[in-house]
Every structure is written in C-alpha cells, then in structure tokens.
C-alpha cells in the first residue's frame, strides 16, 4: 500500500512566515552589528525560546497548572521576533541602528539563557 503525501497549508503557511521571521531577526542583528555566524544565531535563539516557551505553557495547561513564567518568556521572545519584523519593514534605517536598539541586540543572548534555563529547570 503507497501512502499519499498531502501537503498540510496550515504548515506550508507557517514554514514560510517562519523563513521571513528568521530572515528579519537576522538583518537587524547584522545591521546592529553582530556579524557573521552570531547574526545567524540571533533568529535561532528568538525562535527556540519562542518554541521552548510555548510546549511549557502548553504542558503546564494540560496538567492543569498555572503557565505564568513560560507565558511571560512567550512574550518576550514574541515580542523580539514582532519588532524585528517591524522594524525591517522599513521604519528602520538599517544603515544606522540607533545606538539603544544595538545594546538590545546585543543584551538578548543573556536574556534568551536565563530564559531559556529557567523554562529548562522549572519542573
């Protein structure tokens, strides 16, 4: 018996809103001046702990408990990929990166750890 490949939309949409996402994240850590292989390691920090978060509040919703961290470190890797997604729209110069936004940039490896590590060794 040959089994069909079906092409799920649902996951087609998300793989590539996930490919424009990763690619945005990665044009304004270039352009705030964190090149080459950390540039690439921006989008997959934001994304694994927007990932991370989201199976621990979903696990800490089926057995029933309250997801008041995990859901926090959601939005904050949430709210990461929404601003660089804006912020490559064109309302920034990528050229010349205000000089706050360069420390948010390079203060989010530290942030993403303790995030990322908390939701790791929370029970």
Do not use: C
Not at 34 to 39: E, I, L, P, S, T
Not at 110 to 117: C, I, K, S
């Amino acid at each position: 018996m040959v089994k069909r490949l079906r092409v799920d939309a649902v996951i087609v949409q998300a793989v590539i809103a996930g490919a424009l996402s990763f690619s945005h994240l990665h044009d304004l850590a270039e352009a705030a001046g964190q090149g080459g292989w950390k540039a690439w390691a921006y989008p997959i920090s934001v994304d694994l702990l927007l990932v991370a978060a989201w199976r621990r509040m979903r696990q800490a919703q089926r057995a029933g408990l309250r997801a008041g961290g995990p859901r926090l470190w959601f939005l904050v890797a949430l709210t990461a990929s929404l601003g660089a997604n804006v912020a490559t729209a064109g309302l920034l110069d990528l050229d010349h990166v205000p000089a706050w936004l360069r420390v948010l940039v390079a203060g989010w490896p530290a942030v993403a750890f303790f995030g990322g590590t908390l939701l790791a060794h929370t029970p």
